[in-house]
């Protein structure tokens, strides 16, 4: 059974710094690509960084560019989200998913396949 479970979320200052975790089981990590998103009350699902697994490519949506860096552990089947510089904006319900390949990047929805429950990141200013 694929399961994704995200941790590491809470309640951080702006300009302070958070790294998510997401451990993956049920599937060969190296296998697909993982992707971060998030949502905030009241706006839409966005997509925010995913890593290929099998090279270590990444992407990021501007908004995170330069302040957010994905990271994964093959041997310990773990994605992560080292969030630095964090905004009030950056306020939302992370969730990290499975693509349906090994080889997007892409941050549509659709390109995903299974999804962790997510975690909360708060940031005050």
């Known amino acids: 059974e694929v399961q994704l479970v995200e941790s590491g979320g809470g309640l951080v200052q702006a300009g302070g710094s958070l790294t998510l975790s997401c451990a993956a089981s049920g599937f060969s990590l190296d296998d697909y690509a993982i992707g971060w998103f998030r949502q905030a009350p009241g706006k839409e699902h966005e997509g925010v960084s995913s890593?290929?697994?099998?090279?270590?490519?990444?992407y990021y949506s501007d908004s995170v560019k330069g302040r957010f860096t994905i990271s994964s552990d093959s041997a310990k089947k773990t994605v992560y989200l080292k969030m630095n510089s964090l905004k009030p904006e950056d306020t939302a319900v992370y969730y990290c998913?499975?693509?349906?390949?090994?080889?997007?990047?892409?941050?549509?929805?659709?390109?995903?396949?299974?999804w962790g429950l997510g975690t909360q990141v708060t940031v005050s200013s």
């Open positions: 890593i290929r697994i099998s090279d270590g490519s990444t």
């Open positions: 998913a499975k693509a349906r390949s090994s080889w997007t990047l892409g941050l549509t929805s659709f390109l995903y396949n299974y």
